[in-house]
């Protein structure tokens, strides 16, 4: 790609000559360079290759890129030059642009994806929480259908499952799993630290119901505004705001999976919750239609940018089935696989159409806990989910739950009465 690149610069920058510069010099320097899109510098990412320093106090920086029509370059490039060429005894700055291999680009993105990770923003998702993501390329492909159901057959399983609605404008969970009324606040206990009683933080407590041997939680724009109206009035920032207090505010403790119906599309709530849960798993849901891969496919690109994991494609509307178990594919076939084979992930379900599944979410009763073939399909689904595709996070011997014990003991032993030891 070099050669598709103009030369190097040769921008003279009048710093002092006294002494010579040393290459670690450098290198540190570097080390502050940050690739805006992967969020780490680019000598932890692989990107700064070498760098050479000639008797005149020329410094000689090779950058590989991550694709050559790389739109950062100008940004990384000001940032080199201005860096290196602070350093005392540099004269000249000169870079040359090369391109990372395949290896290069692949472990640059793990090591962007790990720190991202790191350093995330803190949610009160516990870390034993498999997060995943519903999304679709459009609205109406049954998104919101599959969220409700996937979670119905995984609380039946016995999972605590949270539901989270981002679909802000559209919300439709409450009705789907026939839960209304308010969800309610809980005044946090103040910091140890002393922090001030205006900084208290509430917490919400998602409303709650039990399913076979597991519960549901749920949170949802419907417990908050009083009609479905009155949503579309608030506006977009206090709607993206509502999104993260979902998870940093809400009580999420002892959720095996929590399940998020995203908006349609790759709008900013999608964005920014890939941005909050960078360990978020998507699953994709589309129609068979062929034509409506194009935009799913845009939603894969999205995670995939934001490094989550794509962990399939769930084809929803398959194929409607009649009494006699024959098959009419009324709104075309094929789609759920192409899907997955453009985004090189499984085809996990197809959900047939049945009226039962409409039924279901418009009284409240999920579809996936009564019978039929839709019923078999999203209980399938959840099995697959669990032992193969986004197995639960097992606590039995885990560090961390080991360490909550020790806490709780030790919390106990501060606060109960001072034991008296029963004579015996
Ligand atoms: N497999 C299905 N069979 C029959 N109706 C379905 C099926 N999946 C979804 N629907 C219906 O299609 C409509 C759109 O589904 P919904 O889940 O609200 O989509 P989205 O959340 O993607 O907008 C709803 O009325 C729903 O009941
Ligand atoms: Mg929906």
Redesign the pocket.
């Known amino acids: 790609m070099t050669d598709q690149t103009p030369p190097a610069s040769t921008d003279v920058l009048s710093a002092p000559t006294a002494g010579r510069v040393s290459e670690e010099a450098v290198w540190e320097v570097l080390r502050g360079v940050i690739d805006p899109e992967l969020g780490s510098d680019i000598v932890e990412l692989g990107m700064a290759k070498g760098v050479r320093i000639e008797p005149d106090g020329t410094v000689h920086v090779t950058i590989a890129l991550t694709t050559s029509g790389c739109p950062l370059r100008a940004e990384i490039q000001r940032n080199v030059r201005t860096r290196v060429g602070a350093l005392a005894g540099v004269t000249h700055v000169k870079l040359d642009w090369t391109e990372l291999d395949q290896a290069g680009k692949a472990a640059a993105m793990e090591r962007a994806r790990r720190n991202i990770a790191e350093r995330a923003e803190q949610t009160a998702v516990p870390s034993s929480t498999k997060v995943v993501m519903v999304a679709?390329g459009k609205?109406?492909?049954?998104?919101?259908?599959?969220t409700v159901n996937l979670g119905a057959a995984l609380a039946d399983m016995g999972f605590t499952v949270g539901i989270m609605d981002a679909?802000i404008w559209?919300y439709?969970v409450p009705r789907m799993v026939g839960l209304d009324g308010r969800m309610h606040a809980e005044e946090q206990p103040p910091e140890p630290d002393g922090a001030a009683a205006g900084d208290k933080r509430a917490r919400i407590i998602p409303n709650e119901i039990p399913v076979g041997d597991g519960r549901l939680k749920v949170v949802s724009m419907g417990f908050l505004v009083e009609d479905e109206g009155s949503a579309l009035m608030w506006r977009g920032l206090v709607l993206n705001r509502a999104v993260q207090h979902f998870l940093e505010d809400v009580d999420w403790e002892g959720v095996d999976y929590l399940l998020i119906?995203m908006p349609?599309g790759t709008g900013d709530v999608q964005m920014g919750l890939a941005k909050l849960l960078p360990r978020a798993e998507m699953l994709i849901?589309t129609t068979p239609s062929l034509t409506a891969q194009k935009v799913a496919i845009r939603v894969v690109d999205m995670g995939r940018k934001n490094f989550l994991h794509i962990a399939g494609v769930v084809e929803?509307?398959s194929a409607y089935v009649d009494d006699t178990g024959r098959e009419h594919r009324l709104f075309g076939t094929g789609g759920g696989d192409r899907l997955a084979e453009d985004a090189g992930v499984p085809l996990l379900a197809r959900?047939?159409?049945?009226?039962a599944?409409?039924h279901g979410?418009?009284h409240g009763r999920p579809v996936a806990l009564a019978d039929g073939p839709?019923a078999d399909a999203f209980r399938a689904l959840a099995r697959r989910i669990v032992e193969d595709v986004i197995q639960p996070t097992d606590m039995s011997g885990c560090s961390s739950r080991m360490l909550d014990a020790v806490q709780a003991a030790l919390d106990e032993a501060d606060s109960g009465p001072v034991a008296t030891r029963a004579p015996s």
């Open positions: 679709s609205g109406g492909v049954g998104k919101s259908s599959v679909d559209g439709s119906d349609p849901v929803n509307m959900i047939p159409i049945e009226a599944v409409a979410g418009d839709a």
